[in-house]
């Protein structure tokens, strides 16, 4: 079993930046991918940004390629998200995951862990 914990939301304004933690308890995930969720309200949850178990790997969505880049620390069981230029259109909870697998994938049914999620809004 494995408990992810998300930190690190807050409000900001259009334009700032912000860095998602995500550390887990219970085991650890250094052979696990990993990766990061939002849900806006009255949307449906979509995918952000996924790592490999090595951090050699990669994807983000497009919405965000070039302005989000995630990241890992197998040492600290962490996951980080690092989000520049945000848009209001960023505004969402953001849920990091983690899965019984190497591999990182973009497709959210393939995540067998799931935190509870640290809520971002940025005003315009």
């Known amino acids: 079993q494995v408990q992810l914990v998300e930190s690190g939301g807050g409000l900001v304004q259009a334009g700032g930046s912000l860095r998602l933690s995500c550390a887990a308890s219970?085991?650890?995930?250094?052979?696990?991918?990993l990766g990061w969720f939002r849900q806006a309200p009255g949307k449906e949850r979509e995918f952000v940004a996924a790592?490999?178990?090595?951090?050699?790997?990669?994807f983000y969505a497009d919405s965000v390629k070039g302005r989000f880049t995630i990241s890992r620390d197998n040492a600290k069981n962490t996951v980080y998200l690092q989000m520049n230029s945000l848009r209001p259109e960023d505004t969402a909870v953001y849920i990091c995951?983690?899965?019984?697998?190497?591999?990182?994938?973009?497709?959210?049914?393939?995540?067998?862990?799931w935190g509870q999620g640290t809520r971002v809004t940025v005003s315009s």
């Open positions: 219970g085991r650890t995930f250094s052979g696990n991918a």
């Open positions: 790592i490999s178990w090595s951090g050699g790997t990669t």
């Open positions: 995951a983690a899965r019984v697998g190497t591999f990182a994938t973009k497709s959210l049914g393939a995540y067998d862990y």
